[in-house]
């Protein structure tokens, strides 16, 4: 079911442009273009519809590792809180919409509380309560080997600690790349507003920090020539500390709330699908995970911050 906002894309994706007729005059270079107005709706998760979308987002978010994970299974624990979290997909006649892949999504997971296994009634059992699901601790010990390279993030293995008191909140989004970024403010209010609903009612979401998962990349030179062809050359030595570029421009507001944030080399690095592989080097682009610890106290005003960031600019 919707949750019915809407909004408008005014830069619509570039694969949503098209160019107005020519007029056959050649001394013109640049052409007029016609942009479409695309409104894009936010749903609750949708079990029935949308397990292959967010499976395949979450192959973005994770790059190569995604290989280290039982994506099925992480897909499944995201579908199992469908009134927590937002997908996005293009508007229009309901039936097609649901049958459409979600464009974007955000969602949370308690680590803590989804580490035990529950019984049939949703019960914890004597017998499993010590028990982490098995997509649960891949996720916890993968962050947490990430988290010790990082400096300002050493803590993070303490607090997804069996034995640690807190409650971290994980938020997985992503979106393809060409998607307009006023789609992520009202995806954050949302969440933070089914959070303090889902409080209300008693339900494990009473976070002391949220950790996010995100991407960002550095430039390496191409692979490519001038013309397009593959270079035969051998890559220049990088400078000592490379630029770093973001894929959601939302972290760099992120960072200014955060105890702790920084990239880390994925594990298979250089080892994605083979479209996605041969992109990346031919472009001279080179993903890097990244994460942002924000305590919970700071998590509200770090949405308002992005919420004004990337509000849509008068013309």
Known sequence: MAKNKRTRDPDAPP???????HEQDEES????????DVEFEFFDPQPDHDFHGLKRLLQILFDADSQ??????????ILSQPLLGSTVKVSGDEDAINKEDPYAFLTVLNLHEHRVRTSRHGLSTQSNMHQEKPIVQQLIQYLGQK???IPTLSHLPTLLSSRSEAQVGLVLTDRLRNMPVEIVPPMYKMLTEEISMAVEEKEPYSFSHYLIVSQ????????????GARSGKKRIKQSARDENFYFHP???V??????GWGNYDFTKQGEGGPDSKRAFQELGIEPKGHMILIEQEKFGEAVEAVTSYLA????
């Open 312 to 315: 849509p600019q008068a013309n």
């Open 147 to 149: 988290a010790s390279s």
């Open 15 to 21: 694969n949503e442009t098209t160019s107005k007729d």
């Open 216 to 227: 960002t990349y550095t430039e390496k030179t191409s692979e490519l020539n001038q013309d």
């Open 29 to 36: 270079s640049d052409e007029d273009l016609e942009m479409l």
């Open 254 to 259: 992120l960072h200014r709330f955060a105890s």
């Open 68 to 77: 280290l994970f039982d994506l099925s299974a992480l897909v499944d624990l």
């Open 250 to 252: 939302e972290d760099e």
